[in-house]
């Protein structure tokens, strides 16, 4: 089955309604939630990845977007500048999910896809902003 990520902003009025149980329920689509920051009454994000038949994709973002929920792809990889990077690490200290590593026969930057959640903390990290995100 396909899975997609998906970087979703709700509006204030959005943040209390049962938003991933009706993916689950009307869609057949199987929501993970990576990441989110959602309060009453202010505008929240989400990073949601979602597993589900091919043909149920569509229905389920139109049910989000028919929501007023804003949904765009979530970034798709990790771009590193090999010319700026200086192998120090910091990025790997604070890679909670260890999607970031320091290869031990190589010691080059090694990143996992399927681990990273998208949080930005490694290029938050990076004193030569050498790590940046790819949508």
Do not use: W
């Amino acid at each position: 089955m396909p899975r997609k990520r998906f970087d979703l902003t709700f509006p204030p009025n959005q943040a209390t309604k049962p938003i991933t149980y009706h993916l689950v329920k009307d869609y057949d689509l199987t929501p993970n939630i990576l990441r989110a920051q959602i309060q009453p009454g202010q505008e929240g994000r989400m990073l949601l990845e979602i597993t589900g038949p091919k043909e149920s994709f569509d229905a389920g973002v139109a049910f989000l977007e028919a929501e007023g929920i804003t949904v765009q792809p979530a970034a798709t990889d990790i771009c590193l500048d090999e010319d700026a990077c200086v192998l120090c690490g910091l990025c790997t200290a604070v890679c909670r999910p260890g999607a970031l590593t320091m290869s031990a026969e190589t010691g080059a930057l090694v990143f996992d896809k399927d681990k990273c959640v998208y949080c930005e903390a490694c290029v938050v990290a990076c004193p030569r902003r050498a790590i940046t995100l790819s949508f």
